[in-house]
């Protein structure tokens, strides 16, 4: 027996092992070994103190069960699922304020396509005006390779500052298609965009009129 005066000489592990181990007065322990034999007491040898142990009362009945503890791999585990619930729940808060946004800006299916042709349309005046420049500049560059050409026919040298601005012209020409590009796929990304949007509303529009009729 361990006198309460010797307590705070003993480990820290051997005080949690009989702080778990002692059972209540009248009652018992149950518990399994590694070899998974089944025993009984009045309290749980240390080197079992980690597994599932079920106290007893003096009828025999399970009062309290005290799980086994956890290997690193099974918390690892759970910490792992507990992260995907937490982002399963975050998306779900998204998507439910997005739905509201979504209900709340449109009133019908028609409001969202004219709404979308309206932004496609705008995008496209821009892109039309973006060409209509990179006409100009070809037409420059044009006229800049004719005199280039000239001067090299003649044998006359060629102007430092005409080859420079032949480069810059053909950089603005590719700076300006890409920008073209990027416009195009802007465009694109709106269609996608409305067409996931509008699949949504004629669904939550769909469980709305369900949900009345009940």
């Known amino acids: ?7 705070f000489h003993l480990p820290a592990t051997l005080l949690f092992a009989i702080a778990f181990s002692a059972p ?17 007491g009045d309290r749980v040898p240390p080197e079992h103190s980690s597994k599932e142990r079920r106290v007893l009362n ?8 005290y799980d086994a503890s956890k290997t690193p791999e099974q918390i690892a585990e759970e910490q792992r699922l507990a992260k ?10 998204i998507q439910t304020m997005y739905d509201h946004t979504l209900l709340a800006t449109f009133a019908s299916e028609q ?18 005006l973006s060409r209509s420049r990179v006409e100009n500049i070809k037409s420059r560059l044009h006229s800049m390779t004719l005199e280039a ?9 060629f102007p430092v500052k005409l080859h420079r601005l ?14 073209i590009l990027s416009k195009q796929q802007e465009q694109e990304a709106i269609r996608q965009q409305f067409e996931a949007d509008i699949q949504r509303f004629r669904k939550l529009k769909s469980e709305a009129g369900v949900a009345a009729k009940k």
């Open 58 to 65: 003096e009828q025999g009945i399970t009062v309290k069960i």
């Open 149 to 157: 050409a000239e001067l090299e026919r003649s044998g006359r040298p």
């Open 111 to 128: 409001d969202m396509v004219a709404t979308r042709d309206g932004k496609i349309s705008a995008i496209e005046g821009i892109i039309r």
């Open 24 to 40: 209540a007065a009248g009652s018992s322990y149950k518990w399994s070994d590694s070899d998974g034999i089944i025993h009984y």
């Open 166 to 179: 032949i480069r810059e012209t053909r950089k603005q020409i590719l700076e300006n298609e890409r920008y």
């Open 84 to 93: 995907l619930k937490e982002e399963e729940e975050h998306q779900k808060r």
């Open 1 to 7: 027996m361990i006198h309460a005066t010797n307590l």
